[in-house]
Structures are given as structure tokens and as C-alpha cells.
């Protein structure tokens, strides 16, 4: 294979999100838009940090990749080929061992009436991955990878602390070799050191086995440390998606650089400042056709109440859902802001 047959096989993507809508509805006229016309994709070895807070669609959005809820309308293609199309067992048996997702809560994902070599082994068995005599051989070089003492292995997981089960979730999800792995706010439960050890076993892991990652989390400095991408999400709306150097250095929507202000920092004389957001968030039931940020914007204009910015490649890579984004970084400071209460 040449040179540049070789480079455009690297550079066609591994997950390619269009339009994807998860719709739930509530009565026989009103329907929650939970994920809006969603699109970005996954290169091979790429991490994309989904952020934004709590209730703007991150987790649904990730378990409509895993085809854990059915989509609405829009296609996931995993090299190449629509998930949702997956008519023969066959084809569904490889999409459920190549693509993986790793839960916010451990405890409640994990059986609690299994050990966690049960839990560990059930993949190898459902997959059959090799040989039932060959299962115990290729279950301690999964638990040497991922750092489990083989005496944990006749543990409950209701023994275990919450890094310790966490890690036998990233186990059982690796257990069966996939390409793609859905992290859903994998460290948000576990304390500040813990959480080291979880992201970097997770980057560890990705040079190993070169796996792409989805990773969902409310936490801006984790996910920069993670990601080569980052989506800002608001309300079912991607606002804003861009390399992560470009999104810290060059932020352009009103919501992004709101977050961003909010990220912990030393006190120091350059610190950037909070931004309150004032306002009440829009329902997401039945939304009106208007930028869903405009009620808490202090950039919002009589456009923004009457129709919805589309999702513009502003520059290369950089994608930005605001009229004026242009204007967003210098009108910041005309935002209402906060310093640090050293009291």
C-alpha cells in the first residue's frame, strides 16, 4: 500500500455522528429534545470530551452511540456502516465487542451477586473469545494490564472502594478488545487522587491499544487533560467544537467562555473572572426556534429570540452556534462577574 493510500485509511474517521436526535415523548403533542441534531466525529486513537452541565443531554447522547436507547432520526457510523442498521446477530455480536462504555457509577453497574472474576470472565464466555481453558490465562493478563491483584478476583464489588471498582469496570470493558469506549463521567464520583490514577490508566491504555474515546464529563480540566477534541453541549445543542488548544486559547461562544470562568484557579492578579449566567434555561420540551443560551446571554439580540444560529465552521476545525461570535470574547467583559472571596 503507498504512502498516501496508507495516510487517507488513517484520516477516515472510526465514529462519525450525523444528526442525531433522541427525542422522549411525554404526551401526544410534547416531546422532550434530549439530543438536537447532533454530528462530530472519531478519528482512530482520538479522545472528544463531551462537556456541559448537568441535564444537557451528554449521557444520552453516549448510550444512543452504545445503542443502549434508540435514536429518533440521524445515523452513527462505526467504520463506515450505520449501527442502527445491524440486522444479523453476527453483525450485532461485532458492534457490541468492538464498541464498550464505562458508567459513572460502578456500584450500580456492576452485579452485585458476582465476584469479580465472574464479572470479568462473562465476556470472554458470551464473545467466545477463546477456548474455555484459555479463559483464566487471558483474564490475568487483562487484570495485569489494568493493575487488579488476582486476589481481589474472589471479591464482591460491594467490597471494593470506589477507584477499585471503577478500574473493574474499565477492565470488563476492555475485556473484549474494542476499538471505541464510551467513558460516562468515569471519575466524577472519586476523589481528586483517585481521579488521576483513572485518567491516566484510561491515556495509558489508549497508547497501548490505540482506542478511541467518547468522554462525557461536567469537569473542564479533566477533560482538557484527556481530550484532543472538545464538543460544548447546552440543552441538546453542540455550541461549540474545536481542537482543545484552540477552545482554551480562542473561545468564542458566550456558554463556553462561562464555563471556562468557572474552571478553579490560584488566586492571582491575572485570574480570570467568574461569569454568573443570570437567567432562567429554556425548557427543552417542544423548544422554541430561538438560540437556546439567549435567556442567560448578555450578548443575546432580537435575532436570538427569533431564530436559531446554525452550527458554523468559523475556522478550520472550529465550529461555533452564536450569531455574534465574533463579538464574544471582547464583550466578556461586559458580562456580569465575580472575583475570588478571599474572606
Known sequence: MSENMTNAVEKKPLIEVKNVKKY??????????????????????????????SGCGKSTMGTVMMRLQNATAGQVLFE?????????????M????????????PYSSLNPKKRIKSILSEAYETQKLCPRNQIEENLEMLCDKVGIPKEMWMQFPHELDGGKRQIVGIARALSVNPKFVVCDEPVSALDVSVQAKIINLLMDLQKELGLSY????????VVKHISHKIAVMYLGRIVELADKETLFNNTLHP??????????QVATESQVKRIVLRGDVVSPINPKPQCRFAQRCWMASEDCLEKEPELTEVEPGHFVRCFHWAESRSKAEHAE???????
Open 24 to 53: 422522549f415523548r411525554i404526551d401526544k403533542t410534547h416531546e422532550l429534545h434530549a439530543v438536537d441534531d447532533i454530528s462530530f466525529d472519531i478519528m482512530p486513537g482520538e479522545t472528544v470530551g463531551l462537556v456541559g452541565e
Open 80 to 92: 463506515g456502516e450505520n449501527i442502527f442498521d445491524a440486522k444479523s446477530r453476527d453483525k450485532d
Open 94 to 105: 461485532y458492534y457490541r465487542r468492538n464498541m464498550q462504555i464505562v458508567f459513572q457509577d
Open 214 to 221: 467518547l468522554f462525557i464529563s461536567h469537569d473542564l480540566s
Open 255 to 264: 456558554y463556553s467562555l462561562a464555563l471556562l470562568s468557572a474552571i478553579p
Open 337 to 343: 462577574v465575580v472575583g475570588i472571596d478571599n474572606k
